[in-house]
């Protein structure tokens, strides 16, 4: 199996985004995986600290690595928006295979310190191991939280100045770099969020490194389609699921008040979230 950073290289080349898609049970990622194995596409599981917290750091690395192993299919894990260097350390220890260190809200100087701290322990890892490990850095501000919001959050949404983000790359040495190119995290009820495709392209320019799109839910169809042609090469949708989640098992709960089985109550939210998978893939991939 190609490794994660070829799989990358592969989209980057033919202009497409591996999906990235976060959990926080069992049932996500059935729905996410019977998706993504229908279309035959590499896929990235993203585990916040807070999913993570929830799922369990080694449970979650478990469930990755047996629905790589059983299928032999490329199934990778991310440590999604991790705030410490100590986090950081924890699950690239525990085995995911990349990790986001999110350091958008300090400085510019505070933010490549702890970004450059996470990447040498990176390498250092992969050096006495021969795992390969892509550490991801975020510059500017896309927002926090995947969750509804009414209207974009204050602060939210400074775009990624360009020379600013050659410096960063070139200073911490990132595998993966996410710039605020228009988009906000979670789902905006007022006003869609725009992709400023000129900027993804003159930020891919500088940089030379894959881009990855944050807060993707809520977007257009063809701002996703012109984003991977302008040089994104991973985007991430969270808002979309949990909303899918939440809706599928409302709406069977009110027309099933007798049922008490899990299985039963929690299908249509695999389902639904398998739906949303497939779709958000295919516009990825430019798949008709
Ligand atoms: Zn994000």
Do not use: W
Request: net charge negative; charged share 25%; hydrophobic share 40%.
């Amino acid at each position: 199996m190609k490794t994660l950073r070829e799989y990358i290289k592969e989209a980057e080349e033919k202009g497409v985004a591996i999906g990235h898609f976060n959990i926080s049970n069992l049932e996500a990622l059935h729905g996410i995986y019977a998706a993504a194995k229908k279309l035959n596409l590499p896929i990235i599981i993203g585990l916040s600290e807070g999913e993570e917290s929830f799922v369990g750091r080694e449970e979650g690395v478990a469930l990755i690595h047996t629905f790589r192993e059983q299928d032999n299919y490329p199934i990778f894990l991310n440590a999604d928006h991790h705030k410490s260097l100590e986090s950081v350390k924890g699950c690239i220890d525990a085995g995911f295979d990349a990790v986001i260190i999110d350091g958008s809200k300090l400085s510019f100087e505070e933010n490549v310190k702890i970004t450059k701290e996470c990447v040498d322990y990176a390498r250092a890892i992969t050096k006495s191991t021969g795992r390969d490990i892509l550490v991801e850095a975020e510059l500017g501000f896309i927002g926090e939280g995947s969750n509804l919001k009414d209207t974009v959050p204050e602060g939210a949404g400074i775009l990624t100045k360009p020379p600013e983000a050659e410096k960063f790359v070139k200073m911490t040495g990132i595998d993966l770099f996410a710039p605020s190119v228009g988009s906000i995290h979670g789902l905006i009820k007022s006003g869609k969020p725009h992709i400023d495709t000129e900027l993804v392209a003159e930020i891919k320019k500088v940089t030379g490194v894959p881009l990855v799109l944050h807060g993707g839910s809520g977007l257009r169809d063809e701002d996703f389609t012109n984003a991977t042609v302008a040089g994104i090469s991973i985007i991430h949708i969270n808002s979309e699921i949990r909303l899918a989640y939440e809706e599928a098992v409302k709406k069977f709960i009110a027309e099933n008040p007798k049922e008490i089985n899990p299985s039963k109550i929690l299908q249509p939210a695999v389902d639904a979230i398998e739906k949303i998978v497939e779709n958000r893939l295919k516009l990825f991939n430019h798949i008709p």
